[in-house]
Structures are given as structure tokens and as C-alpha cells.
């Protein structure tokens, strides 16, 4: 929590919760503008967490380390742990449209003598992360003339060197340092190549 010069509180979490919902409901903005955006996001978020008194609630502090932390009344009521009688419930719904089928047959060799025919599917449903790397190759095309003089299309601002990471990559990093409090060395693992971090890992042993 800060004072601006107007002398009113700001609340740095819930205003940058409030900055990311209004950035991920903007349907006119391009991807790129947007991975641009989510990076000065989580940079104002890391320049606010140095500048801020650490605490139990904007680092890893526990809280029984923390002699600010707010502290709640630990007086037991009548209700029981756990889910409450009438309270509506909460579950996982299946999808429509799954993305991958995997049928479950039967083998027929080993049910009991008799007639068997087909009566439906009983079906449960399991969702997945899947998070893959995507690729994206500008190739400029090269004209040359009758002399040997060539002329190359632009490529788009930015792309600079032969491989290298995206906005998107880079504001995945600057969250995962930055909001999640993951080591830097774990966020470098994260985006090496297996056999890259293998050989960096021999060189330190």
C-alpha cells in the first residue's frame, strides 16, 4: 500500500490484478502488444516489491517471521471443519468437445459364456496442461540485380539475431522471477534445452 500525490492509498496488488484483467478482456490488441504490455506490468511489480518494507504478503517471509502480519482471532465457533450442511458444492463439469477420445474396449476372450452386446460408454474425462514451444521463422526474401547489388525485406522490429526468445517468452520469465519468487538459476533451467543444461551442469562439477 502507497500514497500518490493526492495523499490517497493505493493498493499495488489489487491495482495490478485490475491492470491484467483489463489487458486480457482487450480483444484489439495484438499479441505482441499485449506480451509488452505484461512486461511492464510484472517490472512495476518488481520495482514496487524492492521499493515496499518486505512482509509476509509481498515475499516469501513466512508469516510467523513477519511481527507486522495482521493477525486474526484464533476463537473456535460452532461449525464444524469442512463443507457445511446446504452449502452448494463445487466440481469439475465434462466438456462437449474433448480434445483427444482414447476408446476402452473389452476383451472378448475373456468374458463369461453367454450373448453380450454393445450397451453405450461410460465416460470420464481428465484435463491436461500441455505448453509447447512455437516457432516463428521470418524469411526475408533477397533480390539481386544484373551487378551483384542485393536488396533484403525488412524483418519486423525486434528480430535481430538468428534465433532468440519472444515478448511473450521474456514476460513468462520477468512472472515467474517476479510474482511466483522462483531463483533465477530455476527460471534459467526452465528454458534451457535438456542436453544445454546437462553440459552447463558438468561444467560446474
Known sequence: MIKHGMGKRINIQETIENARKQLANEANLSPALKATFELLINLCLLLAQKWLPKNSSNSSIPPSADPNREKTSKATGKRKPGGQTGHPG?????????????????????????EWKAAGWEKRQVIEL?????????????????????????????????????????SHAVYMSVHQMIPCERVKRAFCQPDQYTVERRKRM
Not at 463439469?93 to 463369461?112: E, F, H, M, Q
Not at 524469411?139 to 540485380?145: R, V
Open 90 to 114: 463445487t466440481t469439475l463439469k465434462p466438456v462437449d468437445n474433448p480434445d483427444k477420445i482414447v476408446p476402452l474396449t473389452i476383451d472378448r476372450s475373456k468374458l463369461p459364456q453367454g
Open 130 to 170: 500441455e505448453i509447447q514451444r512455437v516457432v516463428t521463422e521470418y524469411q526475408a526474401e533477397i533480390l539481386e540485380n544484373e551487378r551483384g547489388q542485393q536488396v533484403r525485406a525488412e524483418f519486423p522490429r525486434g528480430v535481430v539475431q538468428s534465433a532468440q526468445y519472444g515478448q511473450s517468452v521474456k
